[in-house]
């Protein structure tokens, strides 16, 4: 009977992790439901604006390989369309692509005149999530004849969406621990 209890507990724990971790690596199907064409009518561009892309989430493009392919360049040749001498090539026709790094990624469809029609966006990767709480920055003291007790702390944040994934894994702790308590009567 405890060993089952403690088995359920033990569940309980894996999966509020998993969400955590679910919530924080996100994927994205480019030109969602339309995917990688330029027979759709999608602004690839429109799409990936307002997107907030982190280390980590994955962008999967669908398309016909016949008729496309995904080739990931630096900006000049983003700029000029010039799909000879990309950073990598995707051609499987379902390619998923996790972002790795933080900074600019820049795509487009390596086909003839494809990248001029639009079929072409970039994005800016960002630390995901969990890099992004409140950093604590300790400033030195303004003289040295100050000790440390003078010191201040000054405590600074970036971006708002951090504050949605702190309270989401404070409200999966509270949650875990409800349970937790719940099991122990
Ligand atoms: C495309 O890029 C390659 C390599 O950087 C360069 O040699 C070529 O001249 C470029 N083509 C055009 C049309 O700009
Ligand atoms: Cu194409």
Redesign the pocket.
């Known amino acids: 009977m405890a060993l089952a209890k403690i088995a359920v507990i033990f569940l309980m724990m894996i999966t509020s992790l998993f969400g955590v971790s679910m919530a924080l690596a996100a994927v994205y199907d480019v030109g969602d439901t339309v995917g990688w064409t330029i027979m759709g009518g999608v602004d690839y561009r429109k799409w990936a604006d307002h997107k907030d892309f982190h280390v980590g989430d994955t962008l999967v493009f669908k398309y016909s390989n016949q008729y496309h392919n995904v080739k990931q360049v630096s900006q000049k040749?983003f700029l000029?369309c010039?799909a000879?001498?990309p950073i990598a090539t995707y051609a499987t026709g379902s390619d998923s692509i996790t972002l790795k790094s933080t900074g600019h990624y820049y795509f487009l469809c390596g086909f003839p005149g494809h990248c001029e029609a639009g079929q072409k966006f970039q994005i800016l990767v960002t630390p995901t999530s969990l890099r992004r709480m409140p950093i604590t920055v300790l400033s030195p003291s303004p003289s040295p004849s100050d000790d440390e007790t003078t010191s201040t702390i000054t405590f600074t944040s970036t971006a708002p969406p951090l504050y949605s994934s702190n309270f989401l894994f404070a409200f999966k702790l509270f949650a875990f621990c409800l349970v937790l308590i719940g099991f122990s009567f």
Request: hydrophobic letters at 0%; proline letters at 0%; charged letters at 20%.
């Open positions: 040749d000029s010039n000879t001498s």
